[in-house]
């Protein structure tokens, strides 16, 4: 700690000489001076000005002392047991007795009960605001006869004497002496540690990037950084401590003229675009001050770039835009429509649709068109994880939480989405227990890890993906009603590619690029294979036709003959299309052998109850026979086949 400088301005010989025996009984370090009144304020400022700590004073000189100064003054209490001892004293002295003290003193002591003590019927009391006043008492105190004045102050005994009149000094005990001694280190040491706060945050204030201007209650600048200096070119030596009106930067001034908090209004400065930040201070309702941060258009870019490119390192960041969604046709400009419309809200959202579609674009593309964009983008394939990892990816897990816990615990995905957006596809492949810990984050917006007690709170918008029909799902039990209601608040179904054919021809160009590059040279495809691929079903949708264009362009590398490999290659679309429309179609028969009509029909019920997926009620409806009749024939085939056993 730096040294530090205790003074006591005395206006008392006597108070000089008790003070310097106890400091040097206690081996306290102050530094004892003899002045009064105005005199005592002169030295004061002199001290102040030259880094003292606090200053120890008594009476009236100690009054204008704390009056004047900005460091702390320490008053040497007179108690009211030091008025009696002065007054008593006075007593033996003469009859008419006059009380002098600052007026900042005339609610302090009892004055009547002291006059009550010592049977003072006539006590005279005289206060005042500085020496021509004092002087003005004193005449009248001479005027009216007074015999003997009791003051604390060795001017007002002098001035007595001079006019004739008897004059009784108050001391202070050296009790007072000493207390006011400790309280005056009890200042120091707090205003050390209060310079050691002010000097922690200037040093934070002065090497943060941000620009930061501050202001007092009283419109005094306390703090202009560096970064403040560097755009408004001003040094902050010629700022701090003016009024805010005094300062030569206009945009500051009407930026302090307003009392109201302001955030992000971009300004000009210079040739710069600055983004300002105004928030006025209070603490209980009163106003402390108002701070103006700010920082240039240019470094929020670069620091967002930055940040953009960590969250890409670390694959927390969404790919596609609805830019990069290929088609015209009104069938996919309607789901691009809807889309749009869901990037605006934070609502969860199901999006549904065959495998192939493009799912996972449009949620990309959400997310990057949303207020979100800016935070992380986490996807998970439900389908691709053990069910019995799953949980622990989803939500993490802690230190020793299960065999093979990861030193340390594991942050789970919602934690990692925190601010951004969680994408679950294939939700439908979720197990039971993990669709309730779903429906609980998604309900109250906090996860707990495995083995964890702590609750943690997320937040995070949640789009889910699934090629099931899910309230088909539903009513097989494999999925939750509840969660359904929960995931299904905004609904996007992308069409099959079947359904806009309009848009294979853009499809089938962009993947040509794609894979050939965009410096090569594309093949034009005749009308009729264009034909005959926008009359295909493509039951793989755009990712099949993705994986046919991309075979193409590698087996048409060094081929002479391109426009006949690619009839040999629709020609294998529509063979597989055939084979897996007649194994299809196998379905649709059974074989018997050719008996009684009622031997035949049993062999027809019992090879359709065999068949998986299906259930007596469906058997029967497909049939045309009641469940009751489809139960008594069931009933029959099982009693002729325990008969044929035996």
Known sequence: MERTRIIMVSPLPELTRLARQISRELHFNMEIVEAFLDGGVEIGK??????????????????????????????????????????????????KIAYFDHIKCREVYDFESIAEILSLEDLQLFFYHNERELDEQIKRACAEGIEVIVASGVCVIRMAQERGMEGVMIFSSREAVIEAMQWAKDVVLIRQKDREKAEFLKTIIDHTYNGVIAVNKENVVTHFNPAAEEVFKASGLDIVGKKVKDIPIPLIKNFFQNPETVKGEVQKVGDRQIVFNHIPIHMDREPLGTVITFQSVHKLQNLEVTIRKKLHASGLVSRYTFN???????????????????????????VTGDSGTGKELFVHSIHSESLRREGPFVAINCANIPKELLESELFGYEEGAFTGARKGGKTGLFELAHGGTIFLDEISELSLPLQSNLLRVLQEKVVR??????????????????NRFLPDEIKKGNFREDLFFRL??????????????????????????????????????????IR?????DWPGNVRELENFIEKYVILSEGNKDNFRLMEELVDELYRFKEDR?????EDHYITVNIGTLEYMEGQIIEK???????????LASRLGISRTTLWKKLKTLETV???SVQ
Do not use: C, M, W
């Open 46 to 95: 002199q001290f102040e000005q030259s880094g003292a700590d606090v200053i120890i004073s008594r009476g009236p000189t100690g009054v204008l002392l704390k009056k004047e100064l900005s460091i702390p003054v320490i008053l040497i209490q007179i108690t009211n047991f030091d008025i009696i001892q002065a007054l008593n004293h006075a007593k033996q002295v003469g009859r």
């Open 488 to 529: 299904n608040v905004l609904n996007l179904n992308i069409p099959p590619l079947r359904n806009r054919r309009s848009d294979i021809p853009l499809l089938v160009e962009h993947f040509s690029r794609k894979y050939r590059g965009n410096g090569s040279r594309i093949d034009k495809f005749p009308v009729s294979v």
């Open 324 to 350: 990069d969604i290929i088609g015209s046709s009104d069938e996919i400009e309607q789901a691009i429509s809807r889309a749009r419309k869901f990037a605006g809200t934070d609502s969860t959202v199901l």
């Open 641 to 643: 086949r325990k008969s």
């Open 608 to 618: 359709l109850y065999q068949q998986k997926n299906i259930d007596k009620k469906d």
């Open 449 to 466: 890890r495995i083995g964890g007690e702590r609750i943690i709170p997320v937040n995070v918008r949640v789009i889910a993906a699934t």
């Open 581 to 585: 429309q007649n194994l299809k179609h």
């Open 532 to 536: 005959f691929l926008s009359e295909y």
